[in-house]
């Protein structure tokens, strides 16, 4: 009975999602109509060879990269909210982003002006280093971390992602302060994240990672379910805390830091997204809001990232200020509607 | 008289925390306890004397510090966490953050040790669940979220939860904490219709020690230093045991009545002439204004409670000073004029 109140939402937000799709693809600084879009995909003759280059070359990783990135950031930023039991928990709450950009600060600020250039030595393109750096840091924190997440409560975690994000923090800003200006307008513009950098060949490798993440959410909804109760009712019902605790931040920050990695520290989205499923299907239960923030995070990334994009204008815009703009509302939006977050976190 | 296998079996429990360095915090050592099905057992003491250990070290979510804790006859030591989750369950006294869950979905939680790894519910699911909100007579809040309900009601909800876990033991902490008294009452009820009718053990701590006289089928009594008295309430009040455990210098046990008598020394003398309720709370009245009833010193008030056409009137006596009052409200009133001017 409860279920069929919701089931109608899901065909409206594909259709939306689908919709955000077509028009990420369609417009930007040369609009392409959809008989044109059709045509590029098919590889029809009749198109303009131009425009099909733009729609297969840029558009559509483009338009791929913000949807899967989206959905990730969405399903991480709920996994943090439930297991933390924070409404303002984000995917980056164990400091994950914070590791990425000591990654990239290393590469771009350190190493960089050392002469060190891992795109002669690796033979990497400069945008795989940077991936590969941010990606690496992420990875360190996390590791930290998750060896901590055994011996400590998750307040303690909480407060010791924040702590580490500090501590990083500061040496990042050291990093920058001995740092040339032309050097940290490169590290800037990593820090503003985008889709747009995306090619086949990362498409490549970071789609299949962002899909088996999202895969394996799956089993674990029934094990955020018993977290809604927090983790002694968890433990009563038969859960075992400590590989629950793993399963789920392991997950959580991996698809995060995947994020992180390819497309820069994107924020709001995490947080902003669950909210709005929440206030949509007025549930907590994670099988229905699981499927929702993968296409509502699909869905706010896709017009984020459109508008970032400014069609018509002669300019574009960082992304990290749209997602801002976008998602602060949602959830000044979803905290009036619910009355206050209490409710969806109790207390 | 062991009629029946119990439940739930301690044997030499000692419970506690283990602080740094291996220390032990010990809360209570070598308890030797057994539920057994159909009981309804109240775990009494005063704050602080570990009550909330117990249950949670019983519940599974503390270690012992030593000893074992039989279920169903078999070792928790030996059996997986799923597995025990289906012989206990518990309600925490903690105030928990539900969610934004119907009453439905929260008790659906319960089934979590009896699904599968997708958390589907299955017919036999769904009929234990509304099986468990029937039994605490809340089916009617199954479509309310949870966040909406009233503390009693929330609490029903929580109770059905552990049901709906189908464990044959009940682990309550303090589930009247927060409920006004007709709520305690119909809580209680439902408890012992849950042990009596459908044959679960069911041990709850609690501060309520007058409900608990009443309702309670077997009384654990922890006092301070963690020892535990296991007994019949009735038992236990007429040897002075509750006595014991919860006197202090302000606290009066009164055997009589069956409950605590604040404690205030008698500065006046006076004798209550009457029967029934009337003469009862009459009593109650003085007490609390100052008076004792001892024979020995002559009193100093006579209160003679009078019936006449249903209607109930105090005569009051206090040396030369004589009055009738209509309420009990006017004879309090009179009397603490009176002994002010003294």
């Given at each position: 009975?409860?279920?069929?109140?919701?089931?109608?939402?899901?065909?409206?937000?594909?259709?939306?999602?689908?919709?955000?799709?077509?028009?990420?693809?369609?417009?930007?600084?040369?609009?392409?109509?959809?008989?044109?879009?059709?045509?590029?995909?098919?590889?029809?003759?009749?198109?303009?060879?131009?425009?099909?280059?733009?729609?297969?070359?840029?558009?559509?990783?483009?338009?791929?990269?913000?949807?899967?990135?989206?959905?990730?950031?969405?399903?991480?930023?709920?996994?943090?909210?439930?297991?933390?039991?924070n409404p303002l928990a984000d995917p980056f709450v164990l400091g994950v982003n914070s590791g990425a950009s000591l990654g990239v600060a290393v590469v771009l600020l350190l190493l960089a002006p050392m002469g060190v250039s891992l795109t002669q030595e690796l033979g990497l393109s400069g945008q795989m280093a940077m991936v590969l750096a941010a990606?690496?840091?992420?990875?360190?924190?996390?590791?930290?971390?998750?060896?901590?997440?055994?011996?400590?409560?998750?307040?303690?975690?909480?407060?010791?992602?924040?702590?580490?994000?500090?501590?990083?923090?500061?040496?990042?800003?050291?990093?920058?302060?001995?740092?040339?200006?032309?050097?940290?307008?490169?590290?800037?513009?990593?820090?503003?994240?985008?889709?747009?950098?995306?090619?086949?060949?990362?498409?490549?490798?970071?789609?299949?990672?962002?899909?088996?993440?999202?895969?394996?959410?799956?089993?674990?909804?029934?094990?955020?379910?018993?977290?809604?109760?927090?983790?002694?009712?968890?433990?009563?019902?038969?859960?075992?805390?400590?590989?629950?605790?793993?399963?789920?931040?392991?997950?959580?920050?991996?698809?995060?830091?995947?994020?992180?990695?390819?497309?820069?520290?994107?924020?709001?989205?995490?947080?902003?997204?669950?909210?709005?499923?929440?206030?949509?299907?007025?549930?907590?239960?994670?099988?229905?809001?699981?499927?929702?923030?993968?296409?509502?995070?699909?869905?706010?990334?896709?017009?984020?990232?459109?508008?970032?994009?400014?069609?018509?204008?002669?300019?574009?815009?960082?992304?990290?200020?749209?997602?801002?703009?976008?998602?602060?509302?949602?959830?000044?939006?979803?905290?009036?509607?619910?009355?206050?977050?209490?409710?969806?976190?109790?207390? | 008289?062991?009629?029946?296998?119990?439940?739930?079996?301690?044997?030499?429990?000692?419970?506690?925390?283990?602080?740094?360095?291996?220390?032990?915090?010990?809360?209570?050592?070598?308890?030797?306890?057994?539920?057994?099905?159909?009981?309804?057992?109240?775990?009494?003491?005063?704050?602080?004397?570990?009550?909330?250990?117990?249950?949670?070290?019983?519940?599974?979510?503390?270690?012992?510090?030593?000893?074992?804790?039989?279920?169903?006859?078999?070792?928790?030591?030996?059996?997986?966490?799923?597995?025990?989750?289906?012989?206990?369950?518990?309600?925490?006294?903690?105030?928990?953050?539900?969610?934004?869950?119907?009453?439905?979905?929260?008790?659906?939680?319960?089934?979590?040790?009896?699904?599968?790894?997708?958390?589907?519910?299955?017919?036999?699911?769904?009929?234990?669940?509304?099986?468990?909100?029937?039994?605490?007579?809340?089916?009617?809040?199954?479509?309310?979220?949870?966040?909406?309900?009233?503390?009693?009601?929330?609490?029903?909800?929580?109770?059905?939860?552990?049901?709906?876990?189908?464990?044959?033991?009940?682990?309550?902490?303090?589930?009247?904490?927060?409920?006004?008294?007709?709520?305690?009452?119909?809580?209680?009820?439902?408890?012992?219709?849950?042990?009596?009718?459908?044959?679960?053990?069911?041990?709850?701590?609690?501060?309520?020690?007058?409900?608990?006289?009443?309702?309670?089928?077997?009384?654990?009594?922890?006092?301070?230093?963690?020892?535990?008295?296991?007994?019949?309430?009735?038992?236990?009040?007429?040897?002075?045991?509750?006595?014991?455990?919860?006197?202090?210098?302000?606290?009066?046990?009164?055997?009589?009545?069956?409950?605590?008598?604040?404690?205030?020394?008698?500065?006046?003398?006076?004798?209550?002439?009457?029967?029934?309720?009337?003469?009862?709370?009459?009593?109650?009245?003085?007490?609390?204004?100052?008076?004792?009833?001892?024979?020995?010193?002559?009193?100093?008030?006579?209160?003679?409670?009078?019936?006449?056409?249903?209607?109930?009137?105090?005569?009051?006596?206090?040396?030369?000073?004589?009055?009738?009052?209509?309420?009990?409200?006017?004879?309090?009133?009179?009397?603490?004029?009176?002994?002010?001017?003294?």
């Open positions: 009975m409860v279920e069929r109140k919701y089931s109608y939402w899901f065909p409206v937000l594909g259709l939306g999602v689908l919709a955000a799709i077509v028009a990420n693809v369609s417009l930007g600084s040369v609009w392409i109509s959809v008989n044109e879009l059709v045509g590029a995909l098919v590889g029809s003759e009749d198109t303009d060879p131009v425009k099909s280059s733009i729609v297969i070359e840029f558009r559509a990783p483009r338009a791929l990269t913000a949807a899967l990135a989206g959905a990730a950031l969405s399903v991480s930023g709920l996994m943090m909210q439930t297991v933390f039991r990606t690496g840091g992420a990875a360190a924190v996390l590791a930290v971390l998750l060896l901590f997440a055994r011996r400590v409560d998750v307040m303690s975690l909480l407060i010791l992602g924040l702590m580490i994000s500090y501590g990083i923090g500061s040496i990042v800003s050291l990093l920058m302060f001995y740092s040339m200006a032309d050097r940290l307008q490169a590290f800037f513009f990593w820090s503003y994240g985008n889709f747009g950098n995306m090619t086949w060949s990362q498409l490549k490798v970071f789609a299949p990672v962002i899909g088996v993440g999202l895969l394996a959410t799956v089993p674990l909804i029934k094990l955020l379910d018993a977290f809604l109760l927090g983790e002694h009712y968890a433990q009563s019902m038969g859960v075992d805390i400590t590989k629950a605790r793993l399963a789920i931040l392991g997950c959580a920050s991996l698809l995060a830091g995947v994020v992180t990695g390819f497309c820069g520290p994107i924020g709001f989205l995490g947080i902003a997204a669950p909210h709005f499923c929440r206030f949509l299907f007025r549930t907590s239960e994670h099988r229905i809001l699981l499927p929702a923030s993968v296409l509502v995070g699909a869905g706010i990334a896709l017009l984020a990232d459109l508008v970032a994009k400014a069609p018509g204008l002669e300019t574009s815009f960082p992304l990290n200020a749209i997602t801002a703009l976008v998602g602060a509302p949602v959830i000044i939006v979803a905290l009036l509607r619910q009355r206050n977050l209490r409710k969806a976190f109790g207390g | 008289m062991r009629t029946e296998a119990s439940l739930l079996e301690t044997e030499r429990l000692s419970i506690g925390y283990r602080l740094k360095g291996g220390r032990e915090s010990l809360v209570a050592r070598t308890l030797s306890l057994e539920l057994k099905r159909g009981e309804l057992v109240c775990l009494l003491g005063p704050n602080g004397v570990g009550k909330s250990t117990l249950i949670r070290t019983l519940a599974g979510l503390d270690e012992p510090l030593s000893g074992r804790i039989d279920l169903d006859g078999q070792d928790v030591r030996s059996l997986s966490p799923r597995q025990r989750a289906r012989m206990v369950s518990v309600v925490l006294t903690e105030n928990v953050a539900v969610g934004m869950l119907s009453a439905y979905a929260l008790v659906a939680l319960g089934r979590h040790p009896h699904t599968r790894w997708t958390g589907n519910l299955l017919a036999e699911d769904r009929e234990r669940i509304e099986w468990a909100l029937r039994a605490v007579g809340a089916e009617d809040l199954a479509d309310r979220q949870v966040g909406e309900l009233s503390d009693g009601e929330r609490q029903k909800v929580m109770i059905a939860r552990a049901l709906a876990q189908d464990a044959s033991v009940l682990l309550l902490d303090e589930p009247t904490a927060f409920v006004d008294l007709p709520r305690r009452v119909e809580l209680m009820r439902i408890l012992s219709d849950l042990a009596h009718r459908d044959g679960i053990a069911v041990l709850l701590s609690s501060h309520d020690l007058e409900l608990a006289l009443r309702c309670a089928d077997k009384l654990w009594l922890m006092g301070a230093g963690g020892a535990i008295q296991v007994g019949s309430p009735e038992g236990l009040a007429l040897n002075g045991q509750i006595a014991a455990v919860f006197a202090s210098d302000s606290l009066d046990w009164d055997s009589e009545q069956g409950n605590f008598r604040l404690y205030r020394e008698a500065k006046f003398s006076a004798r209550v002439f009457g029967e029934g309720e009337a003469a009862l709370w009459t009593r109650r009245a003085l007490s609390r204004i100052g008076f004792g009833f001892s024979e020995a010193d002559g009193p100093s008030l006579e209160v003679r409670i009078i019936r006449n056409e249903g209607k109930t009137s105090w005569r009051v006596r206090a040396g030369d000073r004589a009055r009738d009052c209509s309420s009990l409200d006017a004879l309090i009133e009179w009397v603490q004029r009176n002994l002010d001017r003294k």
